[in-house]
């Protein structure tokens, strides 16, 4: 696997606040993520730097599409993670080979932002998890001048990318 053109001491562009090294770089470089949700914070880094093999091996092969091209993509700024599980769904903690991820995707668009949300399944073969489909939904976001710019540089949306 390719690695991405990230510096390892800066934030990982999937949001966890933790330095890319210590956060989606193992899993990039073919460790196999530990959680379904450390999946598809990998995946959207993946995304955001471009990396169309590690999408497509971390994607089922049973869903797998035969090419990935990422020419088209939008310009990712932002990643939130509504909720994640492993297991049955019910709040039992048990171990199980299938998982969900509720998340929403900020991208720009050319006179603003709009979002992806996604509640994606996830199954793990073999010790390895893998995208396996989602039920997607986009729409534009539109925040207010007072809110936080969604482009996640902390300041007002205001004093900042309008």
Known sequence: ????????????????????????????????????????????TAFVVGLAD??????????????????????????????ANEGDNRGRNTESDKGQVHFRAIYRTGSGFGYLEENSDFAREQGRWFYVAGDTREGTLKPGRNEPCPCGSGKKYKACCC
Request: aromatic letters at 8%.
């Open 1 to 44: 696997m390719s690695c991405p053109p990230i510096d390892p001491s800066q934030p990982c562009p999937c949001g966890s606040e933790r330095l890319y090294r210590a956060c989606c770089q193992p899993w990039h470089q073919g460790q196999p993520a530990p959680t379904p949700e450390a999946l598809m914070r990998s995946r959207y």
């Open 54 to 83: 590690y999408l497509r091996e971390t994607w089922h092969p049973a869903t797998r599409p035969a090419e990935l091209a990422l020419d088209d993509s939008p310009e990712w700024v932002s990643l939130q993670v509504l909720s």
